[in-house]
């Protein structure tokens, strides 16, 4: 092999190398390519003006269009006995999802002795195995990991949508309208002195669930959440606000019906993701 062509074949590694390591800086969130953007079309118009003042008074649609990642713990209690416990870290700009719960078989003695499941993988590329482990052994096997990222997965859609449900209803796919314009809540200091509530629907290819988002007249704030559940709706009232990352994020939801489930948020934390966060852990 000539100089020539050894000089060639090193350039062109060189400038390989280079592309891959240096890619094109994000400007915008993951998401998925279809729907790939929420089309105000499908809405009606004054269901949208509730939530865009909903989301002003929570710090700005602006800053969760910029969010990168989202860390935060949910907990759900029955009375005194916590049922599940899942901590999330959410990589909004990369799509990447880092999930953290306690294996069930280990709960009930010393707080020492519990063992956690782990899983990291990409939310949008399929292809990618998914890193998994549970009580600090890793999974071997793909459907192993396939199957704890699945269950990871929907995790993270049903427990974000309590977190964040308000900047989402903006999502891709997101379909809005005025339920109803003057809701009061028997029993309950919400929706005082009264709420609008804004029905929440989905493009079939995102989802099939049915929320409706009941807004402060005054405050703009949400107050009050229910979710369609076959021909009744579970409501919830939400108990307070925290601040991170210059948004409000809830803190606590009270069932409306069932005064001893409560589903508590803690450990709200908003930064830059680390790709040590979401990359394969030692154990």
Known sequence: MSVRTVSSLLVALALALGASGC???RTSAATQPTPAEFNAVQSDPKAIAVVDAGLAALGGADKWEQLKELSFTIAYQDGSVTKAK??????HWNGRHY???PVTSTLGGKPEDVEYQ???YDLFDLDAKPWAASGGQVASMRKDADAM???ARQRLKEDLYFVAIVYKLKDPGAKLAVDNAQVTVAGSEKCKPSCTSIKVSFD???GSDTWFVNFNSESKLAEVIEKQMGGGRIGYEIGGWVEAGGLKWPTKFQNLGLKSEVIEISDVAVGDPEDSTYLPTLH
């Open 99 to 101: 999930f953290v719960t």
């Open 23 to 25: 890619p094109k800086p």
């Open 204 to 206: 079939p290819a995102v």
């Open 118 to 120: 782990e899983v990291k």
């Open 86 to 91: 899942f901590q999330h870290t959410w990589d």
């Open 149 to 151: 990222a699945k269950v």
